[in-house]
């Protein structure tokens, strides 16, 4: 029996922000400023505790009609998680 997939979201104390003098978006996490290309906007803005891995991939997909991102998207997803920007929940 497969285990249920767990939903994304931005850690704890780590979020999105406008910067008006980068004029992006950064990912604001505890002692750091991250700048994200627009993809890694997208991707983290649908880390919302709402979304699997899959849905996020499968949107992303969509989004860029290009089925082949999945894998990249993926990647991305787990190195965000392994840095601790983004945790995974029920």
């Known amino acids: 029996m497969t285990p249920p997939a ?3 979201r931005l850690a704890k104390r780590v979020r999105l922000k406008n910067d008006a003098v980068r004029n ?7 002692e750091a400023v991250i700048e994200l290309n627009p993809q ?5 803005s649908l880390c919302d505790g709402t979304r699997t891995e899959e849905e996020i991939a499968f949107e992303m997909a969509r989004r860029y009609e290009r089925e082949d991102v999945a894998g990249d998207i993926r990647a991305f ?13 029920p």
């Not at 890694?40 to 983290?44: F, N, P, S, T």
């Not at 965000?80 to 983004?86: A, C, S």
């Open 77 to 89: 997803l787990e190195r965000v998680v392994r840095r601790g920007w983004v945790e995974r929940g």
């Open 6 to 8: 767990s939903v994304l």
């Open 24 to 30: 992006s978006v950064v990912l604001l996490a505890p």
């Open 40 to 44: 890694g906007v997208e991707v983290l």
